[in-house]
C-alpha cells in the first residue's frame, strides 16, 4: 500500500494550505481502502476548508488536480490516522514561534513525530497485513526523510510541475527520497547510460507543441520575434512567494536583493518585474516596469530570465532565454548562477529534454499505482524518458516508430491533433479486454484532449457568433440613429419652414405698408407741387415781379 502524509506548519491559510492535497489523498485512497497520515483539521475542520478554499470544491479545480469532488462521506472509506496536535505545539513552543518551526521542519530532526510515525507505519502494517511500498508527501521535510532511513519505506515528492493548467498540460516533479534534487549530477549519470544517444531528442517547439493547451498554442503558430516587444528587456525577474516557503529554509535570498544585483548589471529601464499571482502577501518593489501580462508574454519580452528558485526556469528554457537562479534550486548546473558574472550559458536541447521527460510527470500518473510501482522498481533513467515520451505521444495519438522514423514531420504529427473533436458518432471509447491502467489514463486524456478541442471550436464559434450580433446590433443601432436624427432635421426643417413663413408675411406686411406710405407721400409731393404751381401763377406773383427783380439786382 502507499500512504499519503499531508503535513504542513505553514501559518497562511489558518493552516490549511494543503487543503487539495488533503483531497486528492483522499480520492486516491478511498479506491484502496488506504490509510492517509494528516493533521487533524484536515480530518475534522471540513467547513472551515470550505469556507477558507471554495475553489477546491469546483468541478474545474477538481479536475485540475485530478481528484472527486469532495464530500464528507469520503472519509469514511479510508483509515485515518491523526497527527496529535499536542505534538505539535510541543514542538512550537520549542522552536519560538510556528513560523521558525515551519522552517525548521524542512532542515531539522523531530524526534517526537519521527517516533509517532514509525508506530503508526508499524501498527498500520501489522494491522491490514500488508507492506506500506511508498509514502507520499507534497515537500520535502527532513524529519520524514528520517523515518524513511529507519522503516526502509522510500518517500516520493510530488510537488506541482512547472506545466501548469491551463496554458500547458498539468505535469508534476517526482522525486523518490529527493535523488531528484540535484538535476545536473542526475544528469551527468543520465548520460553514462548505455544507449543514451539513440533516444529521440525534440526541438523546443515540438515540445511545446506537446504541452501547450487551447489559445496559448499560439505561440506556436506565430513567429513571437517578430513582436515588436521580443527582447524589449535585457533581463526579466520572476518573483515568487513573499511568505515563508521551503526555500525560506536554506537561504534568505529575496527580490530585493535580486532586484539590486540586477541593477548593478543593467539600467532600471532594462529590467522588467513580474510577480507571482499566488503570492499571500502581495509585496511590490515599487520600481520601473512592474508587467501585470500573461507570463508567456513576460518571457518573450525579455533576453534573460532571474529568480530564485523558480519553476518557471524549465519555461523560460523552453522559450530560448537564458537562465539565472541565484536560489539553491535543483537546476544549478544547468542555468546560469550569479548575475555578476553574467555568463549567458544557455540551456543545452539535450538538457532540456532530460528535464522534461525525466525530473517531470504527467501530473495525472500521480493517480496511478502501476505507474509509482513502476518507478519504486528503480528503472534506469532513460527508461523513465522513454516511459514519459512514448506516453505523451499516446495521448496525442501519434505512433512512436512513426515519430522516430519520420523527423521531417514531428511537428505535424503533434500539431494534427489540434483540429481533432469529439465526434459520438465515430469515437470509440471502450477499452480493450485485459487493458492496464496506463491505457486507461492514455484514453482518458484523449478522450479529454479531443473535449478541450471541441470546447475551444465551440468558444471560437461563440465568440464569432458574438461578434457577428455585436456588428448587427451596431448597424440596428446606427440605422435606428440614423432615423433619429433624419427625423430630428425634418423636425428642424418643419420649425425653419414655419418661421421663414412667419418671416415671409411679416416681410410681405412690411412692404405693403411702406407701399402705402410712399403713395401717401407721392400724393402729399403732387399737392405740394400743385400749391406750389399755384403760388407762383397767382395774379399776385405777376404784379408783384418787377419789384423783387429791383431788390433781386441791388442784393
Not at 493548467?165 to 544528469?187: C, G, L, P, Q
Not at 538538457?351 to 509509482?372: A, K, M, Q
Not at 505523451?392 to 481533432?420: H, P
Request: proline share 3%; hydrophobic share 35%.
Amino acid at each position: 500500500m502507499i500512504i499519503p502524509f499531508v503535513f504542513t506548519l505553514d501559518p497562511v491559510c489558518e493552516n490549511l494550505s494543503q487543503t487539495w492535497v488533503f483531497y486528492k489523498a483522499v480520492s486516491f485512497c478511498k479506491k484502496y481502502g488506504w490509510p492517509i497520515i494528516a493533521q487533524t483539521q484536515y480530518f475534522d475542520e471540513w467547513e472551515k476548508q470550505h469556507r477558507i478554499f471554495p475553489q477546491f470544491f469546483r468541478q474545474d479545480l477538481c479536475d485540475m488536480f485530478e481528484y472527486d469532488v469532495p464530500a464528507k462521506q469520503d472519509l469514511l472509506q479510508i483509515q485515518q490516522v491523526p497527527v496529535p496536535k499536542e505534538i505539535e505545539k510541543r514542538y512550537i513552543a520549542q522552536k519560538g514561534t510556528q513560523s521558525d518551526a515551519y522552517m525548521a521542519s524542512f532542515r531539522e530532526d523531530w524526534t517526537e513525530l519521527e517516533d509517532f510515525l514509525c508506530d503508526r507505519i508499524q501498527q498500520i502494517t501489522e494491522d491490514k497485513g500488508e507492506k506500506v511500498e511508498a509514502i507520499t508527501s507534497l515537500t520535502y521535510l527532513k524529519f520524514l526523510d528520517n523515518v524513511s532511513k529507519r522503516t526502509g519505506i522510500p518517500v516520493i515528492y510530488y510537488e506541482w510541475g512547472p506545466f501548469r493548467y491551463s496554458s500547458y498540460r498539468n505535469t508534476a516533479y517526482f522525486d523518490i527520497n529527493k535523488e531528484y534534487w540535484n538535476v545536473h549530477s542526475m544528469y551527468e549519470d543520465f548520460l553514462r547510460e548505455d544507449g543514451v544517444q539513440n533516444l529521440p531528442v525534440l526541438q523546443k517547439k515540438e515540445i511545446l507543441a506537446l504541452f501547450l493547451q487551447g489559445e496559448d498554442r499560439k505561440y506556436i503558430e506565430k513567429r513571437p520575434e517578430l513582436s515588436q516587444d521580443y527582447n524589449k528587456y535585457e533581463l526579466g525577474i520572476i518573483g515568487g512567494y513573499n511568505s515563508l516557503v521551503e526555500t525560506s529554509a536554506y537561504t534568505y535570498l529575496n527580490m530585493v536583493e535580486l532586484y539590486n544585483s540586477a541593477c548593478q548589471q543593467f539600467d532600471e529601464n532594462e529590467i522588467a518585474v513580474r510577480y507571482h499571482p499566488g503570492d499571500p502577501i502581495h509585496a511590490h518593489l515599487n520600481v520601473k516596469n512592474e508587467e501585470k501580462g500573461g507570463l508567456i508574454d513576460f518571457l518573450l519580452s525579455c533576453k534573460r530570465v532571474a529568480c530564485i528558485s523558480s519553476n518557471v526556469e524549465v519555461e523560460a528554457m523552453l522559450y530560448g532565454k537564458k537562465v539565472y537562479d541565484i536560489g539553491n534550486f535543483k537546476y544549478q548546473g544547468i542555468v546560469n548562477g550569479s548575475l555578476s558574472q553574467l555568463e549567458d550559458r544557455e540551456t543545452s536541447l539535450e538538457e532540456i529534454n532530460f528535464i522534461v521527460f525525466v525530473t517531470i510527470i504527467p501530473f495525472e500518473l500521480l493517480n496511478s499505482v502501476e505507474y509509482i510501482r513502476f518507478r519504486l522498481s528503480d528503472p534506469e533513467l532513460q527508461e523513465v524518458y522513454l516511459y514519459h515520451l512514448k506516453y505523451y505521444l499516446e495521448c496525442a495519438g501519434v505512433s512512436y516508430e512513426n515519430f522516430v522514423q519520420d523527423k521531417e514531420n514531428r511537428m505535424q504529427m503533434i500539431t494534427d491533433r489540434w483540429t481533432s473533436k469529439w465526434d459520438e458518432d465515430h469515437d470509440n471509447w471502450k477499452l480493450p479486454d485485459g487493458a492496464n491502467e496506463r491505457q486507461l489514463y492514455v484514453l482518458l486524456q484523449r478522450y479529454r484532449d479531443k473535449q478541450k478541442n471541441t470546447t475551444l471550436l465551440l468558444r471560437e464559434y461563440e465568440s464569432h457568433k458574438e461578434e457577428l450580433e455585436r456588428k448587427l446590433e451596431s448597424r440596428k443601432i446606427n440605422e435606428e440613429d440614423l432615423e433619429r436624427r433624419l427625423r430630428e432635421m425634418e423636425k428642424r426643417a418643419e420649425t425653419a419652414e414655419q418661421q421663414n413663413s412667419k418671416l415671409l408675411e411679416i416681410h410681405q406686411s412690411e412692404t405693403e405698408q411702406l407701399r402705402n406710405e410712399k403713395e401717401q407721400l407721392v400724393t402729399q409731393l403732387e399737392n405740394l407741387q400743385t400749391q406750389f404751381d399755384a403760388v407762383m401763377n397767382s395774379r399776385s406773383m405777376k404784379l408783384t415781379k418787377p419789384f423783387r427783380d429791383i431788390l433781386g439786382r441791388r442784393g
